[in-house]
Each structure stands twice: as structure tokens, then as C-alpha cells.
């Protein structure tokens, strides 16, 4: 069955530190606020108990999953709250025990009893969680699955469309590999020129363009904000910053105003090979330090794995191709974001189900995929490109410490993208028609893996 992924639906903007612990809970949170609403429940409601299961549970406080539901129950949107107004309102809930249920009905919420932490798993997903609003003659519980990347679904739902004949709207309908390769042969289009028709029968040229420097402009705001910052990151293990140090010893102390003028004057820099290796890291280090403090950024795939595709970009622009422009980016995204849905409909980009190999790793394959095309690549060698940089990321697995986003997530980002530059330049150098192993036999051998993996492995903090 043929899935309209968009793009956006696999580049999304939110809160850190986790796309499934945090996003997708907060996501939920706001679903179950318009199920209120339309039971016309919302100024019946008197309190709200959330309970969270399996990997929720387990890592859910150093993924902030706590405070993901308190501020989607406050009717909060992680792709606009002012991140500085994010600690100011759990405190004010955890100093009243009061809780504006989506600013329209002040509720009796109390952190410490009315999100409950279950360790045992439900049997649909590892990430399940449910909420529940009491009323003074009912109670109304609903449950629901972050199923990674900020995907939620709801069992009964994902079932009953599983059952349905689909029918996806896209003209150029993608289940896998073979069907994307195909569509490019046949049309002698590239893989972004696909993608673009597909998004075309979702939005209009504008928003499309508009969407996806949006996205683009997250990404640099947020490497610029890493190589800014510096200090220790939260959550008790005391991980000190170091994009800001590396960034200082890459660039100076020169100051710059806001992050364009700053991405020009890295443009203009010229760098040897050890300095383009540090230059990556930098920029993904930086990414994943602001998603350990809860700052803004793109899921790409995921949160956890949001530094690859914005550092393995900025070495396109900065390194590789110093007139590029928009058209470049746009490009650029359009493929990631497909290959990530090939691996989100074939196998799973969430760490609870698949371990790090569905996050880094594919994360590493989109990448890849994307700097191959603009460097040239063929879309042949472009589906290559992924499968390599998969190919050397199966058997990951997910088990941070303490349950947060910081080791070893932060640095594995910095060798998933130059695992993803380096799987572009040996399929630039294969004649890719030749390929011993397709793209979509390494999709399924991951998601063999996934499900062999032992449950401690699958970011259980185990």
C-alpha cells in the first residue's frame, strides 16, 4: 500500500530533545485537546491523568516526555512557542498544580501524580501513552503511539486504514526503491523532480518553495545558535558544549548579526581536509546541542539524528558548491525527505522499535542520497549512496545514558554525516547499475534487525 509521505511530514519543526519523546507526545497532547473539544468536553474537564508506557517511561524523563505533554495539554505549539517561555510554564504548573488545558479551562494538574510512568510495554508500540479527563459524571481516555519522527497514530485508526483499499493522490505513488527508480528512468526526471510533482498535487509552487526555506532556515538558525553557545547542557550529566569551542578554533572571534551573514563568511573561508572533517562535526555537534537543551529544530528523520542532513548541507554549500542557492537547498531536501520515507514505509525511523540504525542510519542514507544528486549523481547512484551509508549503520543500537539525548546521540550525528559524505563519493565513483545490493534489500534487512534486536538495545536505558 502506497503512502502519501510528504516531505514535510518527515522534516518537521519542534522542541528537542526526542521526535518520539518528546514531539510526538506533545503531538498527542494537542490531538487529545481537539478530541475534547469535539466531544465538547473541555469546560467539563476538572483534571487529566497522563499515563506513559514502555520506552516512554523508561527514558521518558531525560527525553522530557514529562514536560512535552504539560505544555501540549497547555495548548502550546513546538513549531512556534517562544523557547523561552518553555520553562516559565512548567514551572508555573509545578508551583500552582494548575494547568490552562488549552487556554480555555484552568484544571487541577499535579506533575508528580498525574503523569504516571509505567514500565511495562503496550503491545502495539513501544511508545504508547494515554490521557484521560475527568469530568464530574464521565471519565474520556484516549490512547496513542509516537511511532518516531513525530508520527502519532491511534491503534484502532492505523488499523482500519491498513484495512482500507488506499489510494494514494500523489501522481508518482512510492512504496519503495524500485518504484522511485522507475519513475525517474521512465520520465528521465531526477529524484528531486519527482518528489516535486508529488508535492505539487499537495501545495502550491509557492508554499512549497516557502515550506522548504522555512525548514532550511531552521536548520541554520539552529547550527548558528550551537556555535554560539556554550556552557553545560541539562539533565544531570553535566555534558559540557563543545561546538562553540570548535566553532571559536574553526573561525575566530569574529561576530556576526544573524545566521546568514555568518554561513557567508564560512563560504568565503578556505579549508583543508582536516578542517572540512571539523567543520562537519561542528555543524552537527551544534544541531544536536541545542536539541539536548530543548531548543528549536528539524526532525531529520528524527530529533535525535536532526544534526546529519543540516551538517552534510552546510558542506555542500560551504565546501563543495560555493555559488549554490535556493534551488540547491530545495533540492537537496526533496530527496532527503524521500528516502526517509522510503525507510519509514519499508522498516521504522523510530530508535524504540528499530534502535539507532532507524535513526543515525537513516538519517545517514537521506543525507547521502541528497548530496549525491547534487553533486551530480545519477538515480541510480543516488539510491546507492543510501544504501551504503545504511549499509554501515545496521546493528546500531540506541541505549543513552540516563535516558538523554547527549551520549552518545550528540557525537554520533558527527560520524553519521561523514559516513553520508563518504557513502556519496564512492557511489560517484561506482557504476551504480551494477549494484550487488539494492536500496530496498538493505531496507529490509534493517528491518530484520530491528526485530531481532533485544528490547534493552531500543533506547530502554537498560
Same mark, same amino acid.
Given at each position: 500500500?502506497?503512502?502519501?509521505?510528504?516531505?514535510?511530514?518527515?522534516?518537521?519543526?519542534?522542541?528537542?530533545?526526542?521526535?518520539?519523546?518528546?514531539?510526538?507526545?506533545?503531538?498527542?497532547?494537542?490531538?487529545?485537546?481537539?478530541?475534547?473539544?469535539?466531544?465538547? $468536553?473541555?469546560?467539563?474537564?476538572?483534571?487529566?491523568?497522563?499515563?506513559?508506557?514502555?520506552?516512554?517511561?523508561?527514558?521518558?524523563?531525560?527525553?522530557?516526555?514529562?514536560?512535552?505533554?504539560?505544555?501540549?495539554?497547555?495548548?502550546?505549539?513546538?513549531?512556534?512557542?517562544?523557547?523561552?517561555?518553555?520553562?516559565?510554564?512548567?514551572?508555573?504548573?509545578?508551583?500552582?498544580?494548575?494547568?490552562?488545558?488549552?487556554?480555555k479551562?484552568?484544571?487541577?494538574?499535579?506533575?508528580?501524580?498525574?503523569?504516571?510512568?509505567?514500565?511495562?510495554?503496550?503491545?502495539?508500540h513501544?511508545?504508547?501513552?494515554?490521557?484521560t479527563?475527568?469530568?464530574?459524571?464521565?471519565?474520556?481516555?484516549?490512547?496513542?503511539y509516537?511511532?518516531?519522527?513525530?508520527?502519532?497514530?491511534?491503534?484502532?485508526?492505523?488499523?482500519?486504514?491498513?484495512?482500507?483499499?488506499?489510494?494514494?493522490?500523489?501522481?508518482?505513488?512510492?512504496?519503495n526503491?524500485?518504484?522511485?527508480?522507475?519513475?525517474?528512468?521512465?520520465?528521465?526526471?531526477h529524484?528531486?523532480?519527482?518528489?516535486?510533482?508529488?508535492?505539487?498535487?499537495?501545495?502550491?509552487?509557492?508554499?512549497?518553495? #516557502?515550506?522548504?526555506?522555512?525548514?532550511?532556515?531552521?536548520?541554520?538558525?539552529?547550527?548558528?545558535?550551537?556555535?554560539?553557545?556554550?556552557?553545560?547542557?541539562?539533565?544531570?550529566?553535566?555534558?559540557?558544549?563543545?561546538?562553540?569551542?570548535?566553532?571559536?578554533?574553526?573561525?575566530?572571534?569574529?561576530?556576526?548579526?544573524?545566521?546568514?551573514?555568518?554561513?557567508?563568511?564560512?563560504?568565503?573561508?578556505?579549508?583543508?581536509?582536516?578542517?572540512?572533517?571539523?567543520?562537519v562535526?561542528?555543524?552537527?555537534?551544534?544541531?544536536?546541542?541545542?536539541?539536548?537543551?530543548?531548543?528549536?529544530?528539524?526532525?531529520?528523520?528524527?530529533?535525535?539524528?536532526?544534526?546529519?542532513?543540516? #551538517?552534510?548541507?552546510?558542506?555542500?554549500?560551504?565546501?563543495e558548491?560555493?555559488?549554490?542557492?535556493?534551488?540547491?537547498?530545495?533540492?537537496? $531536501?526533496?530527496?532527503?525527505?524521500?528516502?526517509?520515507?522510503?525507510?519509514?514505509?519499508?522498516?521504522?525511523?523510530?530508535?524504540?522499535?528499530?534502535?539507532?540504525?532507524?535513526?543515525?542510519?537513516?538519517?545517514?542514507?537521506?543525507?547521502?542520497?541528497?548530496?549525491?544528486?547534487?553533486?551530480?549523481?545519477?538515480?541510480?547512484?543516488?539510491?546507492?549512496?543510501?544504501?551504503?551509508?545504511?549499509?554501515?549503520?545496521?546493528?546500531?543500537?540506541?541505549?543513552?545514558?540516563?535516558?538523554?539525548?547527549?551520549?552518545?546521540?550528540?557525537?554520533?550525528n558527527?560520524?553519521?554525516?561523514?559516513?553520508?559524505?563518504?557513502a556519496?563519493?564512492?557511489?560517484?565513483e561506482?557504476?551504480?547499475?551494477?549494484?550487488?545490493?539494492?536500496?530496498?534489500?538493505?531496507?529490509?534487512?534493517?528491518?530484520?534487525?530491528?526485530?531481532?534486536?533485544?528490547?534493552k538495545?531500543?533506547?530502554?536505558?537498560?
Amino acid at each position: 500500500m502506497e503512502e502519501c509521505i510528504s516531505v514535510f511530514d518527515m522534516l518537521k519543526i519542534g522542541v528537542g530533545p526526542s521526535s518520539s519523546h518528546t514531539l510526538g507526545p506533545w503531538r498527542g497532547a494537542e490531538r487529545f485537546l481537539a478530541e475534547l473539544e469535539s466531544e465538547k $468536553l473541555t469546560d467539563q474537564t476538572s483534571r487529566v491523568v497522563v499515563n506513559l508506557y514502555g520506552s516512554l517511561s523508561l527514558t521518558g524523563k531525560g527525553h522530557a516526555t514529562d514536560l512535552a505533554v504539560m505544555l501540549g495539554l497547555s495548548g502550546q505549539d513546538p513549531e512556534y512557542i517562544p523557547i523561552e517561555n518553555i520553562d516559565s510554564i512548567i514551572k508555573t504548573i509545578e508551583k500552582t498544580h494548575q494547568l490552562n488545558l488549552g487556554q480555555k479551562q484552568l484544571i487541577t494538574f499535579n506533575p508528580a501524580t498525574d503523569i504516571v510512568f509505567h514500565r511495562e510495554f503496550l503491545p502495539f508500540h513501544a511508545n504508547g501513552f494515554s490521557f484521560t479527563a475527568y469530568t464530574a459524571t464521565q471519565e474520556y481516555t484516549s490512547t496513542f503511539y509516537s511511532i518516531g519522527g513525530g508520527f502519532v497514530v491511534k491503534e484502532e485508526r492505523f488499523n482500519a486504514k491498513k484495512n482500507l483499499e488506499f489510494k494514494c493522490a500523489f501522481p508518482y505513488m512510492i512504496d519503495n526503491a524500485v518504484q522511485l527508480l522507475a519513475y525517474a528512468k521512465d520520465n528521465n526526471k531526477h529524484i528531486s523532480e519527482i518528489v516535486y510533482e508529488n508535492e505539487k498535487s499537495m501545495r502550491t509552487e509557492p508554499e512549497i518553495h #516557502s515550506e522548504l526555506m522555512r525548514v532550511w532556515n531552521t536548520m541554520l538558525e539552529c547550527m548558528y545558535i550551537g556555535c554560539h553557545s556554550e556552557g553545560i547542557l541539562p539533565g544531570g550529566l553535566n555534558v559540557r558544549r563543545r561546538a562553540f569551542d570548535m566553532h571559536q578554533n574553526l573561525i575566530g572571534l569574529a561576530n556576526y548579526s544573524n545566521p546568514q551573514e555568518w554561513l557567508e563568511s564560512i563560504r568565503g573561508t578556505e579549508v583543508k581536509f582536516r578542517q572540512i572533517l571539523k567543520w562537519v562535526s561542528c555543524f552537527a555537534l551544534a544541531v544536536n546541542e541545542v536539541n539536548a537543551a530543548l531548543g528549536r529544530v528539524v526532525t531529520a528523520p528524527t530529533n535525535g539524528s536532526a544534526g546529519v542532513i543540516p #551538517s552534510v548541507l552546510m558542506y555542500y554549500l560551504c565546501i563543495e558548491n560555493h555559488e549554490a542557492g535556493e534551488k540547491e537547498i530545495k533540492q537537496f $531536501l526533496l530527496v532527503a525527505g524521500e528516502i526517509g520515507s522510503l525507510f519509514k514505509q519499508g522498516a521504522t525511523i523510530s530508535a524504540a522499535m528499530g534502535g539507532c540504525q532507524a535513526e543515525i542510519g537513516v538519517s545517514s542514507a537521506m543525507a547521502a542520497a541528497a548530496l549525491c544528486e547534487l553533486m551530480g549523481g545519477t538515480p541510480e547512484q543516488v539510491l546507492m549512496a543510501a544504501e551504503i551509508a545504511m549499509e554501515h549503520h545496521l546493528g546500531l543500537t540506541c541505549d543513552p545514558i540516563g535516558g538523554l539525548v547527549q551520549i552518545p546521540c550528540i557525537e554520533r550525528n558527527t560520524m553519521g554525516a561523514i559516513k553520508a559524505i563518504n557513502a556519496a563519493e564512492l557511489a560517484l565513483e561506482t557504476d551504480a547499475k551494477n549494484a550487488k545490493v539494492p536500496l530496498d534489500k538493505v531496507i529490509a534487512t534493517m528491518w530484520q534487525t530491528a526485530k531481532d534486536m533485544n528490547t534493552k538495545y531500543k533506547e530502554t536505558s537498560e
